[in-house]
């Protein structure tokens, strides 16, 4: 052990990395950047060929740098497991999905610990990076390490650290995200310190690899019970008649006791939505319901459903149905400014309004190409003859290249799911954005005019397609919502 210590301070060791995805691609070219040789694994084929190409899949890795360490000999990519033999040490970032019945699929792990446990060799250094349940790494991938004879913490060294990485995130990188580790032995969290000082600036140790795995779960799922909390206030505001948006940055003005979340169509990404899952599988096995993940993961989960409701009304207002009406959903990844789709509740959303006989089309500069059950799309530009033709525009991404006054200003109807109406515009907007909520009435002259660029606050009031007065609003508002409470069975 003293010997790989020794290696990595003088930047000898030659590192592996399992997984060349979006944490494990970034992890390997930061140990490249940082002076080691680094091998990475994949079983992938076309993935591999083009990273030794040079070629870049993944918008948080920088194309220049990867071409010149490829380019240089210090990074090469591989499918060949047998080359795990040579390395010094090996970073498992590998996918841990959900099974259609939400049970943790594992067998990304289990097959990349055989391939690692088939060549492990004395000296070597193992960690776990991939999100799992607590005691995947002492309950599952010790015993396989170990079953060639060689012993944790003296022969080789085992720990696990959580990834943190959040795509599209420019003030926090590899480099300046603390990283959680524990080890199976304190010989293990002494050598994969060390390892990982070597590219993050804060290594926060702990007692026991399985605190290491409780803490991203924890993190996690306080994300996703959160969101969930105000995915449900916005279906109270949305029955008292309030703005949630407001009564959220209100709250937040809160200086201490108070952390803003914000409502939306549901969750995405390959963490919030299923990492919580992990947690609440283990438990049941032993015999305890976790139910602030199941809670949060029900009202997440009918978020979709309550953003399509939501459609429905704003078009019933204008005497129009769901059958027939062209709707165009802006933004269909799962968050801001990235293109991933992976869990993206704009699938749901999309998927539902087919179902209602909708002819839905879509707009997202991230997102060329989307995969649905049954069809494919392909993103149209965004422009001013799209925005009028469509009866409705629902925004599920606020991605920042889309001028959000303009939108709200030019189409008939919008029903924004992110507020980014209201963020982008200094103006009033009219009835004809729903954000999220109905909008609430107010008394003010309206200046936000459909179909038009945006008008200054001095211009004339419009009127919104159907008047509705505030008793009738808030009568036919309470009425949807008792509607939807009883297709849900509540
Ligand atoms: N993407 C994120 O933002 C993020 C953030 C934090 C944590 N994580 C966690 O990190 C892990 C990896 O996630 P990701 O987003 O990088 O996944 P990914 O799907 O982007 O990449 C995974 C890569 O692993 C490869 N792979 C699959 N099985 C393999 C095997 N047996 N051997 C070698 N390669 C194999 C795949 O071909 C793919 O290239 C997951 O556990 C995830 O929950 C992801």
Known sequence: MRDLHRRIEQRQALIGVVGLGYVGLLLAVEFARAGFWVIGFDVDAARVAALNRGMCHIPDVDGTVLRQLVESGTFRATGNFDRLADVDAVSICVPTPLRKTKDPDISYVVSAAEQIARTLHTGELVVLESTTYPGTTEELLLPMLESGGLRAGSDFCLAFSPERIDPGNMRYGVHNTPKVMGGITPTCLELATALYRTVVETVVPVSSPRSAELVKLLENTFRAVNIGMVNELAQIANILGVDVWEVIEAAATKPFGFLPFYPGPGLGGHCIPIDPHYLAWKLRAMNYRARFIELASEVNGEMPR????????????????????????????YKRDVGDVREAPAVDVIELLRERHACVTYADSHVPVLTLADATL???????????AADCVVILTDHTDVDYEWVACRASLVVDTRNATAKATQIDLGDHVWRLVRPAYRPRPLTCHPGTTPSRPDQPACSSPMQTTPDALRLSQVEAQIQYNEARGL
């Not at 309550?306 to 204008?318: C, D, G, M, W, Y």
């Open 306 to 333: 309550f953003v399509v409701n939501q459609i429905t009304l704003a078009l019933n207002e204008r005497g129009k149905c769901v059958n027939g009406a062209h709707i165009l959903v802006l933004g269909v990844a």
């Open 378 to 388: 392909y993103a149209k530009p965004l422009c001013d003859e799209i925005l009028d």
